[in-house]
């Protein structure tokens, strides 16, 4: 390839990047700059951007802490997020169908939940804390929830013990281990609050 565009703060993108260093291949880091203050994001983010050559920030603040980093200003360049396209992309899924899929009806219930929460590494030993407090509150509010499961981070195996240990009281809780894109696109649009701690819910939503 002529360039490996290395994607955020995960895995997968300080993989990329390293494999792109050895090979001597260009790479584009997008994401770089943004801040975590509470995860091994920010620690992976910040070693892509010093393994990247180009650097694409959703923010002006982002992309002056990539220059604070060091890195050449000709290389930096703001350009915002790549959601408000996707998002418009996105084909509309009815009503009708999007319930026929999570088995609720959602033209009867006035309101829905996206739950979506990750382990936070920094807060390891307090993760089955976290995640029992908001199951707890799903089963209070008694609202349709949808519930993606949590990255891969450490503790993601603890969630998933603690999911399959609780007992819902509510019935309209779904579980999904993943949902393609469209699909969560149109969940999004359609839900009256995103519960939990994705930064989705910083830009997407």
Not at 27 to 54: C, M, P, Q
Not at 73 to 92: D, I, L, M, P, Q
Not at 101 to 106: P, Q, S
Not at 140 to 157: F, W
Request: overall charge positive.
């Amino acid at each position: 390839p002529d360039i490996i565009i290395s994607p955020f703060d995960r895995e997968e993108s300080i993989s990329i990047a390293l494999v792109g260093v050895y090979l001597r291949i260009p790479i584009a880091h997008l994401g770089a700059g943004d801040k975590t203050e509470y995860n091994l994001d920010g620690i992976i983010r910040h070693s892509v951007t010093k393994l990247s050559n180009f650097s694409f920030c959703f923010t002006k603040q982002n992309s002056e802490r990539v220059k604070k980093m060091g890195e050449e200003k000709s290389r930096v360049f703001t350009v915002g997020h790549t959601a408000v396209e996707r998002y418009k992309k996105a084909n509309k899924i009815s009503l009708s169908n999007l319930s026929k899929f999570l088995r609720l009806d959602l033209k009867k219930e006035n309101h829905m939940i996206l739950f979506i929460q990750h382990p936070v590494s920094n807060w390891l030993d307090k993760t089955k804390e976290h995640i029992k407090t908001s199951f707890r509150a799903i089963d209070e509010l008694n609202l349709p929830t949808i519930i993606i499961r949590s990255n891969s981070d450490p503790g993601t195996l603890i969630i998933q013990k603690e999911f399959q240990n609780f007992k819902f009281k509510n019935k309209k809780v779904r579980f999904y281990e993943n949902i393609e894109e469209n699909l969560f696109i149109n969940i999004v649009k359609n839900a009256s609050v995103l519960l939990g701690n994705s930064s989705m819910g910083v830009l997407e939503a």
